[in-house]
């Protein structure tokens, strides 16, 4: 059997199968460690959601990413146009493991894909750039639903599909000289902000049952020793597959 095949076949186990490989591979693991991933299942979002467009600094792309998973965003969605996404190992410090990475990378009309796969997903698409119509940070309203937010390039910007799209524009107050902040630092601020806003706030911003279980599972694989190999001969014999 496949083994990429039967592991993309585990996200489309009824509720009961996958708790129990749940169960399965937690006898596996160490109470701090399962401590630990209770703990980020319940702070984890998909409320709100980060897009790089065309990127080519591996070190900004990878601290984005470890900043998404210190503040408990699950998705990091980046569009490859001209640039090829690369993780800086040094300064991603792991978090790949914990961050979801959906990647546009065909070869015409990433943006345009990114932009059509959030909306249908019911997400707002906001444009974190300069414009007529836009609001500051501290202002923006969460209640008004869900939230993909758009970095573009340090040189360029976002793209003018992205900014034609766009659903609405914020910018991050500043009081100085220099026209933008580091596209890391943006991230940062944005996601510090909105992610203790959430918080703070009645909405219901956390994963459902099913999305903690299934997110439970796949920590847990990437937790235990062979894990992937343990789950795999657990489901062979579950559903009586030789």
């Not at 706030?201 to 599972?217: A, V």
Request: aromatic share 10%; hydrophobic share 40%; net charge negative.
């Amino acid at each position: 059997m496949n083994t990429s095949f039967f592991l993309f076949q585990i996200f489309k186990m009824e509720k009961d199968l996958l708790l129990k490989s749940v169960r399965f591979l937690e006898q596996f693991a160490t109470d701090n460690r399962l401590e630990l991933i209770n703990t980020n299942l319940n702070n984890r979002t998909r409320y709100i959601t980060i897009v790089l467009e065309n990127i080519f600094q591996p070190q900004n792309a990878s601290a984005v990413m470890r900043s998404c998973d210190c503040f408990g965003i699950q998705d990091l969605h980046v569009i490859e146009n001209s640039n090829t996404y690369q993780l800086n190992p040094e300064v991603v410090m792991g978090s790949s493991k914990w961050v979801d990475l959906h990647q546009y990378n065909k070869k015409e009309e990433n943006s345009v894909d990114a932009i059509l796969d959030l909306k249908q997903k019911g997400y707002r698409i906001v444009a974190t750039s300069p414009h007529v119509n836009d609001v500051l940070l501290p202002d923006f309203d969460l209640k008004k639903g869900k939230a993909a937010f758009f970095f573009g390039t340090e040189l360029t910007g976002l793209s003018d599909i992205v900014l034609e799209h766009a659903d609405e524009f914020v910018k991050i107050p500043m009081y100085g000289f220099t026209e933008s902040f580091n596209i890391s630092v943006s991230a940062a601020l944005v996601l510090s902000h909105l992610a203790n806003e959430l918080r703070r706030s009645e909405l219901s911003w956390q994963l459902n049952e099913i999305e903690k279980l299934e997110l439970k599972l796949d920590w847990l694989k990437k937790s235990v020793r062979k894990g992937d190999k343990m789950l795999i001969e657990y489901l062979k014999k579950e559903q009586n597959i030789h």
